[in-house]
């Protein structure tokens, strides 16, 4: 066969739409299921880094450009799914553009691979933002690429080369079938006739996508997590040189928040696509910025210090009014001031910018962290170490300050600074700078319009003011007067209380209100205010119907 015949015979046969873009699905699929899989291995065997998966790369620079008003719309709109609908996002973005590429090299096959090459430059490019990753990190991602560009270049030359099983082409005559393929006459064994090629052809597809799924659904089997989980199952957290007792003041009340949260019912909260992994061996701390002693610490010489349990309430301020974001632990950790002592601040400094591993940044109160409270570097939570969730291996916890500006999680570098000069992740997206967390309340039983039965009632929830501590608790009825409900004995200022009042409850349909007072004699307010820019209030209420 000559260039003469050859030629106008491959523009007649370009693939058929829905082919072409199945050989770019399977080709991008490739890309990705050898470049997730070999990511997964690598992060296990130690090959690489942990963070080298393109998807979640991908994903984390996403989020990171994402616009404020767009996070918020896709927080309001999808809630605690925010990451599932990206990762659906992602997907639909990744069919889109493999459609496109499997288009396109229907006539331009090195426009195609060109295109696929800028995709995975472009992950590559996402795995080196991501914190702590070097070269070597950006492999499975090319090695991936690698895999899927060969295939993609390989079923587009075969499906221009060869008949394609959807159209009444010249391949469905029997008298081409002996017409060798080009550059391959003279060999009677791989004499390709148009049957086996089109065969050939379908095979290889079929083994591009079954390797792919393969690849894909071997990545996810893989503990991702396993070297961090194997540093964390490694950890002998010592006994804290100074303890609190163990708290002992549960009211044990059916439907009422436990005065304690277990680790796998505490609220999270982060901006992390996919939990940051970094192992106790790799974790180091730099405390420098304006002090005199700048120095870094590694986890065996935190742990060594002086450490501290503390049982104290953390709440985000994205809670709304009666919601749930906040919970109880005991911490075990070094103090904070101890941390900033052995840097000594400069004069003038007034803040403290903390950043995570995966660049998530905190400005807090240099004062908060030095003025007695209890500010931690967090190892222990509730007797083991931090779960990879709650920010493993080291976190801060600071008593009274929402979360935002106080608990970084995957902590690693602390920078005595000033507020004029640093503006941290959510100060920077308009929440406000100081997050003292409000005198606030809950109920939590009965349930909203719920169906009650004439008689005593329990009606039961949580108050907090952390680090001024809850005094009261009132109830009232309808439009009734506040009354006094009982509360758990007081554990600490920085800990939440428990409280119930036995309503005895009156035929008719009836509204329940709760409010908190704190030590220092402040009621909570009645006012309603959204969790933007430092925390919601108002009055959490409840309408219930009691039956005769
Ligand atoms: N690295 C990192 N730390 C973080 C966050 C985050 O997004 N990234 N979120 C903060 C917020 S807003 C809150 S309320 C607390 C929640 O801690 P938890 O998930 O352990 O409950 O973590 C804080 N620390
Ligand atoms: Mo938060």
Redesign the pocket.
Known sequence: MDNTTSTPRRSARRPGLPLAALIGVVAVGLALGVAELLAALGGWFGWWGVSTSPVVSLGSTFISLTPEWLKEFAIRTFGQHDKDALLAGMGITFLLIATIVGVIGRSRPRWAAGILAAGVIAAAIAVLLRPATGIVDVLPTVLGGAAGIAFLVSALRRALNCPLPNATHPGADPAERSTPADGLAGSPRSAITPQSNRRGFVRLIGLGALAAATAGALSRWIPSTEQVTASRAGIVLPTAADLQPAPTVDLKTPGLTPFLTTNAD???????FAV?RITAQDWRLRVHGMVSHPFEIDFAELTAMTLVQRTIT??????EVGGN???TATWVGARMADILGRARPQPGADCVLS????S?T?STPLAALTDGRDALLAVG?NGDPL?L???FPV??VVPGL???V??????VDLEVTTFSAVNA??TKRGWSANGPIKTESRIDIPRGFAQLKTGPVPIAGVAWAQHRGITAVHVQIDDGSWLPATLSAPFSIDTWRQWVYLWNATPGEHTIRCRATDATGTTQTSAAAPIMPDGATGYDSRVVTVNP
């Not at 505490?266 to 992390?272: E, K, L, M, P, S």
């Open positions: 505490f609220y999270r909260v982060d901006t992390a940051p953390l709440s985000c301020v994205s809670n974001l906040n919970g950043t995570s591993v995966d998530f905190v939570m779960p969730e709650h920010g976190r801060m929402f979360g935002y106080s608990a970084t999680k995957w902590v992740y959510w």
